[in-house]
Each structure stands twice: as C-alpha cells, then as structure tokens.
C-alpha cells in the first residue's frame, strides 16, 4: 500500500492550496487500493483449492472473510508520509471456476502535506476459463478531509498465470486537478492551483500491467501502466516495483519504489516514490463476528475426493513432477480426460466430475506413462495387464 | 380413465428413458468396438442379464478395454472373467447382491479370497449392503495383510455395526498409517480396533503394534 504526497502540490511558496483536492484523495485510495487489484489479488482469487460450497448463499459467501491490515511508512517526492489502510473481504466460491468478492477498505493518510481518511466499498467477480482468469469489479471511494469527493470505478482485469492485464475507468464526481508538474503548465512550482481553475473531463481511464512472482519466501511483484485520451496527457507512464517477505506469522513486510500515476481521485501526483511497508493479516473468519471458519487445509493427499454439489465430485491429485496427468473411469466412459493443474497450488491436479453415488473404477495416467490405481485405493487388476482402483463415493 | 392414461403415459416416458440409456451405451460399444468384438460383448451382456448379474460394469469393462486399446480377444476375455467373478461373488452374496457387490465381490475373487469368506461377511452385515466392508476388505488385503486375518476383522466391524463411512474412515487412516511406514497389518488391527470400541466416533489414533 503506497501513498504518497508530492511537492507539486505546493503551488505557492510557503503555502499549500488544496494540495489534495477531492480528486487527489480519490487517486491515492484509488491507487493504494490499486494494489490489491492487482495480480498478488487476481492470482490471489484462485490461490485457494476449491471447497465444498455450502447451499446457503449468504452462508458461503460470509464463509470466507478476511481482514488485513497495512501501514506503510516513506517517501515520495520529497515528502514523508505515513499511511494507514484496512481491507475487509468476503468472497464465496458458489460455482466451480467463479468467485465473488466484497471488498469495503479504510484508509487514513497523514504527511506534511494534508490529512486524509477514506474508504472504498467494492464488488468484484472473478472468473477462471483454462489457463485465463479474468475479473470484472465495480467500486465506489469516499472520503473526508480536504478535496474529499465521491468515485466510482470499473475494473475489467484478465491475465494468466502471474501477469495481469488490467483496464480501469474512474469517474469523479469532482473536477481532478492537473499535474503541476506537467510541461505545458507555466511556473513550475509557483504555477497557480489548477484546481477548479483548469477543470478537465471527471473521468480517466488507464491500462496497468502487473506480474507477480515468487522466489523462495519473497515475492517481487511490478506494475507499469499509462492513461488514455485528454488524461494521459497529464499523466506520464509510470512503473513501480514492490519486494514482499514474510516475517513471522501473519505478518510480512514490503518495500517499494518507482513512479507513480495522477489519480485525481485521491490526489496521488505523478512521480517517483519508495515506501516501507507492513501487512498484518489479524483476523480471518473465525473472530469475524462469529463467522465460522472453513476448516484448515489438511496437507496434499496423493489422491482426495470431495463433493462439490449434489452429483459434482472433484477428483485431485498430488503430482508435483506431472507435466501432464490424465485420468480415466467408468464415469468418463473410459475416455482419458486431462486434470487441470491447480493455480497457486504447486503439484495438485484436479477436475471436477459428475459422478453417481457408488463404485467406480478409475486410473489414472502421468506424462503418458502406464495406467494405474490412484494411490490410496485398492488397485486391482484391469484384465488388460494393469490395474485400476476401486473408489467408492457415498 | 383419466389416472390409467396418466400412468400408461408415465411408464412409456420411463421406459423411453431407460432404452434412450440403454441405446446410448449400446452406441457408445458399438462406436469403439470393432464388429466381431461388439457381438461377443453382447453375448456376454445378455448371458449376464439373464443370470442376474449386472451388465453396467461389464459394459464398462469392455469400454475400458477400448479406451485403453487392447485388442478385441482380450476385451472379451476381460469381460467374460469379470462376468464369471461377479457370478461367482453374486452366489456367495446372496440373490439380491446388488451391482456395487458383486463388483467389489468379484474384485475380492481376483485377489485370493475365497467365495466363504465373502458369505461370512454378508453373513455379519444381515441387511446391510456389504459394499464398504468388501472395497475396505480390497484395500486390506491388495496392501498385503492376509486374508486369514483381514477377514476376520472386517467381519468384527460388521458386527458391530460400522458404517459405510466408518468404512472409508478406516481405509483413509490405515492407508496414512502406511504411508507413514507402519506395517498394513498392524495399522489394520489397531484402526479396527478403534472403530469397533468406538463405533462412529472415531477419536482415539491408537499407535498400532510394530
């Protein structure tokens, strides 16, 4: 979560005039909560393994919820700046492959420069289609403080693996101010607050590029991005780079630096920036109110069985070396059928199947390899000169 | 009048349904089995449909053949061995085993036990279905613990009335226990035991003897 101030806010010697006006608000929640938009989040979406789902609607949507919680500490542009922000999400699984996430985050920014508090109510869909996720999200940023005004965005994201491609559309209720530090306005530093005085359309759209990857116990994450139309003019491209690492527990720690894009919707400027940062992870589910908590997640099982609905099965299994594992049963009519590699789960193969309540014989098939008896079930032999195994679902 | 139509209408709309079933799997055999190899196939299926045995599983036995492109001799052979096991497991079971037991039955067969030791069992599950106790029965005795001890034990589960999750709970933790490196036997013995003290409340992990 990064926030920063800028001294292009300052248009008179000594003095800020709305340094950050409603718009500037808007751009740093906007920006800040940008983060989580991104692929750490996208990927994020379809870390977890798929759950049995509850039929209650509400109850599986609430059967999730997390809380994080980051304060981040930096600089940018010249200016110290300490920020605050937490994240409230429920999200809920009730269909294979889609996942619904609400989002409602607070945030509180305090520099030299101005005070802030804002919050951000967000409602999000996210789909997996083979190798491609792709998000749709709808979000509405509030807040207090000078220049607070109300936004809405819209967020359509798709990516694959770890990289993400994302476009964003913010209308704002309030003028946005423009770059001060933009070529085409005269002075420099003693340029006059465009603020009201150079109004330009309450929209802006963007195009981000993030991708996330893990190494060991870090994770490296880098976005790039620019604007369209009227408001790229304002706005350079920029591209920023964050390094996460777990310290103990629920808590990681993060560093990140780069250029940053005006977002007129919390007054972010654009400009470069390095920022120190925290992410506690408190809460989850279970001290939420009483929500219940989804059972932890037990170690991967060579081969595990669980009901997704009424006559849905999913299968996985556990094949960190497969580059490609098949399987076959009398409930694929005996025709191989490819598992899907879990995303976010390292060596878990898995697809779900309708299957009746009963015996089976299955196999199971790696790198094109023999046909054998998924581990853990009675193998017996086929007749063809392997063997299957026995599974038996209640 | 009224009530006749509706019941004549609703059992021809049945029986639509379970030709429409029957014709797609018989499409689905006609579809990967060359000719000379369908009509044996067929053969067997009416053999077994007029002695009772269920013809899904040797349907699907003949798809997997297919499926896995063996030659038309030994898809039939395949077939015809698992007919005569199911037979076979169908006769220790009783008239009424249903589908799921004689596969698993005729699984049993194929491994070594003999055809007494499945009555034993249908014996001890009264009117239950024996169907978890034979796959359970599989587990133990594919993972090498002698029948000669194996089947005396599921047989103590019957008795004392262990479900068909019970069942699954006891493969699950014995198949752990090995994975673990505990010999099968012992880890059978002890997981056993604790299903048979316990029933369905399976607490205790008891640490099987070495």
Avoid: C
């Amino acid at each position: 979560m990064n926030h920063s101030t800028s001294h292009g806010a300052r248009t008179e010697r000594g003095r800020m005039r709305a340094p950050y006006s409603r718009t500037a608000r808007r751009a740093m929640l906007a920006a800040s909560l940008g983060l989580y938009a991104g692929p750490a989040a996208l990927a994020a979406q379809f870390a977890q393994p798929e759950r049995p789902t509850l039929r209650d609607p509400l109850a599986a949507f609430l059967r999730d919820a997390r809380l994080e919680m980051v304060p981040t500490f930096g600089m940018a542009a010249g200016n110290t700046e300490f920020a605050l922000s937490g994240i409230l999400s429920l999200q809920s699984d009730l269909r294979r492959d889609t996942r619904w996430t609400a989002r409602m985050a607070a945030l509180a920014v305090r520099s030299p420069a101005h005070t802030f508090a804002g919050a951000e109510i967000a409602l999000a869909g996210a789909h997996r289609h083979g190798p491609l996720q792709s998000r749709l999200e709808a979000a509405v940023h509030a807040g207090t403080g000078s220049g607070a005004s109300p936004a809405f965005s819209i967020t359509a994201a798709s990516g694959a693996g770890n990289v993400t491609l994302q476009f964003r559309s913010t209308w704002l209720q309030a003028a946005p101010t423009r770059n001060a530090n933009h070529p085409a306005a005269p002075g420099g530093a003693d340029v006059a607050d465009p603020l009201n005085e150079d109004p330009f359309q309450s929209r802006y759209d963007e195009a981000e590029l993030t991708a996330l990857h893990r190494f060991g116990r870090f994770e490296a994450s880098g976005n790039a991005g620019l604007r369209f139309g009227e408001a790229g003019e304002s706005s350079p491209p920029w591209a920023a780079l964050q390094l996460a690492a777990p310290v103990r527990g629920n808590l990681d720690v993060y560093v990140a630096g780069g250029s940053r894009p005006e977002r007129p919707e919390i007054g972010q400027r654009a400009g470069s920036f390095v920022m120190l940062g925290l992410r506690l992870r408190p809460a989850r589910s279970a001290s939420l109110g009483g929500i219940a908590a989804p059972a932890p997640l037990p170690p991967p099982e060579p081969f595990a069985t669980y009901r997704l609905r009424e006559d849905a099965w999913v299968l996985a299994i556990h094949a960190p070396d497969a580059r490609l594992v098949e399987i076959a049963s009398d409930f694929t009519d005996w025709e191989s059928v490819p598992l899907e590699a879990a995303p976010g789960e390292h060596g878990i193969w898995r697809e779900t199947f309708v299957i009746r309540p009963g015996l089976h014989h299955v196999a199971i098939r790696i790198d094109g390899g023999e046909w054998r008896a998924p581990p853990g079930l009675p193998a017996v032999s086929d007749g063809f000169g392997g063997e299957v195994g026995l599974l038996e679902l209640r | 009048m009224l009530k006749t139509m509706i019941r004549s209408t609703f059992g021809a709309l049945l029986a639509l349904l379970a030709t429409a079933a029957g014709t797609a799997a018989q499409d689905r055999l006609a579809e990967r089995l060359d000719s000379t190899t369908l009509r044996a196939v067929e053969a067997l299926l009416d053999r077994a449909t007029a002695d009772g045995i269920a013809a899904g599983p040797l349907r699907n036995k003949a798809l997997e053949g297919a499926g896995k492109g063996a030659a038309g001799p030994a898809i039939v052979h395949a077939v015809e061995g698992l007919y005569l096991r199911m037979d076979a497991a169908k006769r220790a079971l009783g008239g009424k085993a249903t589908p799921d037991e004689q596969v698993a039955g005729a699984a049993l067969l194929d491994f070594g036990v003999d055809t007494v030791a499945l009555a034993t069992l249908r014996e001890a599950a009264a009117d239950r279905s024996t169907t978890s106790a034979l796959v359970g029965l599989a587990f133990l005795v594919q993972r090498g613990v002698p029948a000669s001890r194996s089947v005396p034990l599921v047989r103590r589960m019957l008795e004392a009335r262990a479900t068909e999750a019970d069942f699954a709970t006891f493969q699950k933790l014995v198949d752990e226990d090995v994975r673990a490196g505990l010999p099968a036997a012992g880890a059978a013995d002890a997981r056993g035991r604790a299903i048979i003290r316990h029933g369905a409340s399976l607490r205790s992990r008891e640490q099987p003897e070495a």
